[in-house]
């Protein structure tokens, strides 16, 4: 088992029917996203067969389609053994109007599509890279967690009105929402499970506390549980990150926790991310955007898609010697000295895929 793939997340790992060769749907996307799918297909390929299928996804899609996804791409993906996305969106594609397509809502409707509920964000800082964090060596030293965050439901998909002057956003969690999302929670947790919330002013989270505790008590008594405003959640993260086990919490909360922790990690460029939970393939992508200001230099840094590849093999497709090979060739060209630009250093991504290459 490699350091990273300690945690049970059998909870939410897709029971894939083993088909002789697995076919990975490949969504490139935009900005630099094609730059890193590509290195990641070479990273594969060097450990395993797989078919790929390529798909116009986000901006992309929008250029040749009209429409951020299009029914054949989510039906190909339907049809998948595991989907590896990129990043989505620019400012080619950026408007107020809501008429208008996003590359965006490729990506809301491919985990509404997917029925992917459960996102699997790990936080472990390398040794390697503790000098790289904006936080000091002391705080992030030992830092090993996990954002829980809940995907398809919230004010991400709730109901939105627009007019000239008013907009709204509805945010609706059912029961059966939030324990499905805390059961994956609890499943993956090595000792305590904080959930994340505004209970004391939101309707929906006290809804989520009741539900989460509840659940606690008749099935994970031995879990430590506690509940945690996300205001002093965020606090937390960067005072005292060490602290943290599994981190569980609603859609939009996981997103802005997620995007702070990964800061710990020393680059947002590092963090990988599973999304399960649904009947068909699983859906593996970095954390990161598709950062348009680098498209194009070769100055991205590809490592947090390669951790997604692994993460893909290991819970997509249960090739777990496969996906500890990827995370330890990481490790290992990081601890050499590999180090993009993100990272404070100078390599290319060309570079920084020679240098895991390598060491595979
Ligand atoms: C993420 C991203 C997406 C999200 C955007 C691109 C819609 O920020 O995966 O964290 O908000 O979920
Ligand atoms: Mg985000």
Redesign the pocket.
């Known amino acids: 088992m490699s350091a990273r793939g300690d945690r049970d997340w059998d909870a939410a790992t897709y029971d894939r029917p083993q088909a002789m060769t697995p076919k990975i749907v490949l969504l490139p996307g935009d900005g630099i996203g094609p730059e890193i799918i590509a290195p990641a297909v070479e990273v594969l390929n060097a450990l395993t067969t797989l078919e790929f299928e390529e798909h116009r996804f986000g901006g992309a899609s929008i250029d040749a389609h009209g429409t951020a996804m299009t029914d054949e791409t989510l039906e190909a993906c339907r049809t998948a053994d595991a989907v590896l996305l990129a ?3 620019g400012p080619k594609w950026d408007t107020t109007d809501p008429a208008q397509p996003r ?2 809502q490729g ?2 409707g491919l985990r509404k599509g997917l029925g992917l509920y459960a ?1 699997l964000r790990p936080v472990k800082p390398l040794p390697a890279l503790y000098d790289s964090s904006p936080l000091k060596r002391e705080r992030i030293e030992g830092t090993d967690l996990l954002v829980v965050r809940e ?1 398809t439901g919230g004010i ?1 998909f709730g109901e939105k009105t627009r007019t000239a002057d008013s907009a709204s956003d509805l945010c609706t969690y059912t029961r059966e929402e939030i324990e499905r999302i805390a059961r994956v929670a609890f499943g993956a947790a090595r000792s305590r499970v904080t959930s994340v919330d505004k209970a004391n002013v939101l309707e929906t989270s006290r809804l989520w506390r009741e539900v989460v505790r509840e659940l606690h008590s008749r099935e994970f008594p031995n879990i430590e549980l506690e509940h945690t405003l996300v205001d002093n959640a965020a606090m937390q993260l960067v005072s005292s990150p060490r602290h943290f086990d599994v981190i569980v919490t609603e ?2 909360f996981g ?1 802005i926790l ?2 702070e922790a990964a800061m710990i990690t020393g680059s947002i460029g590092m963090l990988p ?1 599973a999304s399960l939970g649904g009947e068909g393939p699983g859906l593996f ?1 970095p ?1 990161h ?1 598709s950062a348009p200001d680098i498209a194009g230099t070769g100055a991205a840094n590809p490592l947090a898609m390669f951790l997604s590849a692994a993460l893909m093999l290991r819970h997509g497709l249960a090739l777990e010697a496969e996906a500890v090979a990827i995370e330890s060739a990481v490790d290992r060209a990081l601890a050499e000295g590999l180090r993009t630009r993100d990272l404070g250093g100078g390599a290319s991504t060309g570079e920084a895929t020679r240098a895991v290459l390598q060491h595979l």
């Open positions: 990043a989505v969106g590359p965006e990506l809301l996102n995907l991400y859609n939009m997103d997620s995007d991310s992508e954390v955007g």
